[in-house]
T-cell receptor
Framework: GAGVSQSPSNKVTEKGKDVELRCDPISGHTALYWYRQRLGQGLEFLIYFQGNSAPDKSGLPSDRFSAERTGESVSTLTIQRTQQEDSAVYLC??????????????FGPGTRLTVL | QKEVEQDPGPLSVPEGAIVSLNCTYSNSAFQYFMWYRQYSRKGPELLMYTYSSGNKEDGRFTAQVDKSSKYISLFIRDSQPSDSATYLCAMNQAGTALIFGKGTTLSVSS
């Protein structure tokens, strides 16, 4: 079946502009995650959705970052007034459920964001 | 102390070598252990999944969990150039988020 998809695959923007990154999770996956991965670094957790609520937003680096999710489907990560330090790969992952057991996550290919 | 520690490498081996990748962790409540493989410019893909202690084998890959030592390993036998990637360990306890290691970069030369 279809995996997690993300769009766009690459985004180049100018400092100060807003960007929207999209994630389509695997159908039926109730949990959705956003991560940031800077060049040569590990995964930096940003936000977790269970359904369309976000019980854990602890990783969002500033109030310029926000995310929404529609039901148990598409999620959008928005970065306002982008800064050069926002340049990174933004990864989305989905998981069938977390409540009772493991949290096996399936990742999309990522969106590579470059802020000039 | 970070919850999950993983040596970033890089680790360089010749083709055919046995590779050992490791993570240590501090939370004794972790029950589920995973290894992800990430090729350059791609998202991580799930490679191995283990519940609690013990070994699990899948082809050339063996995952080991030693909960008494809070230590997990991934062994790759007969390594191939196509195994060159970054390997991330991840773990959690029931109902909580996965905690990832920072990843070890492996290079297998032909």
């Amino acid at each position: 079946g279809a995996g997690v998809s993300q769009s766009p695959s690459n985004k180049v923007t100018e400092k100060g502009k807003d960007v929207e990154l999209r994630c389509d999770p695997i159908s039926g996956h109730t949990a959705l995650y956003w991560y940031r991965q800077r060049l040569g670094q590990g995964l930096e957790f940003l936000i977790y959705f269970q359904g369309n609520s976000a019980p854990d937003k602890s990783g969002l680096p500033s109030d310029r970052f926000s995310a929404e999710r529609t039901g148990e489907s598409v999620s959008t990560l928005t970065i306002q007034r982008t800064q050069q330090e926002d340049s990174a790969v933004y990864l989305c992952a989905s998981s069938p459920k977390r409540a009772s057991g493991t949290d096996t996550q399936y990742f999309g290919p990522g969106t590579r964001l470059t802020v000039l | 102390q970070k919850e999950v520690e993983q040596d970033p490498g890089p680790l360089s081996v010749p083709e055919g070598a046995i590779v050992s990748l490791n993570c240590t962790y501090s939370n004794s409540a972790f029950q589920y252990f995973m290894w992800y493989r990430q090729y350059s410019r791609k998202g991580p893909e799930l490679l191995m999944y283990t519940y609690s202690s013990g070994n699990k084998e899948d082809g050339r890959f063996t995952a080991q969990v030693d909960k008494s030592s809070k230590y997990i390993s991934l062994f790759i036998r007969d390594s191939q150039p196509s195994d060159s990637a970054t390997y991330l360990c991840a773990m959690n306890q029931a109902g909580t988020a996965l905690i990832f290691g920072k990843g070890t970069t492996l290079s297998v030369s032909s």
